[in-house]
């Protein structure tokens, strides 16, 4: 469960980077949102995105129809781990606050991801990826811990299923990149172009998300400024961010994707500090260093390996 080493790989750590950036944002433009519930956010962001998704990719759905038709379980799978997740994700940091759901739904993708894939492969994860998570999930509980200012706005009853709810939403994060990289990479032989497979998996997951939307996306018409940050969170972090994304899993295994994500509270944390004033305090910049360690620990050259193991 490495990382795969042809073609390079830098060209896709860094596109996954971007994303990690992309998607480090939503907190703070979710805020400006006024009286636009968790469930609708999460409904507006990935719904429209997934269909954008759809729509860019019609050329390489309609070339991969057969294919998509016959592995049609694999899609629905993915499709419905895109639902699940913006729904429980923004959920969950609508009840345990922003700092504890945003640190259990993205400490624990990766490690659904490597439990996912050492199920259906029957490889443990490679000491490689073992080492990048570490650092990277302890930096990313240092940094969303380290913002004191919190607890006193968060109801304590909404603590323990707000993390059950970022459990849930690690998990079908995991889900739906390792059905995307399935669909790609290893769908009996017949792989889907990187197109066809996002676009089928995020397109059916936005079409599912609108009734979603329907019942509870009134607030997001409310007002300019609503419409406003809907539109961003649509287009940038999750249709721009999914491209890229995307292209990401065509070269990398979603273990080693998903920890690279774990950028996104550290771009967070920045955010933070430099828009909205916060301050951080001195285990939050260990966390952040933690996270760049994890990074650097991905990206660094890896000693060669017996054939069929990289």
Known sequence: ????STPSTLPALLAVMTT???????????????GVGPLATGAAALGIGGILQALIALPDLRHHRD???????????????????PLTFYSSMHLAGVAVGTVVSLASAPLFAGLLEWGTTRRPPSRHWFFA???????????????????????????????????????????????????????????????????????????????VLAVT????????????????MALVPMFLGYVLFGYGLTRLDPST?????LLEPAVAALLAVVVVGEQLSGSGWVGM????????????PRPRTRRGRG
Do not use: I, K
Request: glycine fraction near 14%; charge should be neutral; hydrophobic fraction near 50%.
């Open 67 to 85: 294919t998509l038709r016959d592995r049609w379980g694999m899609v629905v799978l993915g499709a419905l781990a895109v639902v699940v997740y």
């Open 257 to 261: 994707a998903t920890t690279v994500t």
């Open 217 to 232: 996306g009134g607030p997001v018409l409310d007002s300019w400024q609503n419409v406003g940050v809907a539109t961003y």
């Open 1 to 4: 469960m490495s990382t795969r």
């Open 133 to 211: 998570l570490v650092p990277g999930v302890v930096g990313a509980v240092l940094l969303c811990t380290s913002h004191g200012g919190e607890s006193g706005t968060v109801n304590a009853d909404g603590v323990v299923p707000g993390v059950l709810l970022g459990l849930l939403a690690g998990a079908s994060y995991a889900l739906y990149s390792w059905v995307s990289f399935q669909l790609m990479v290893t769908t009996s032989g017949r792989p889907v172009s990187r197109g066809a497979a996002m676009g089928s998996v995020f397109g059916l997951g936005g079409l599912m998300l609108l009734p």
């Open 20 to 34: 990690a950036v992309l998607w480090g944002t939503t907190g703070t433009a979710a805020t400006l949102s006024d």
């Open 289 to 300: 260093a933690c996270v760049a360690l994890a990074l650097v620990v991905l990206v660094a």
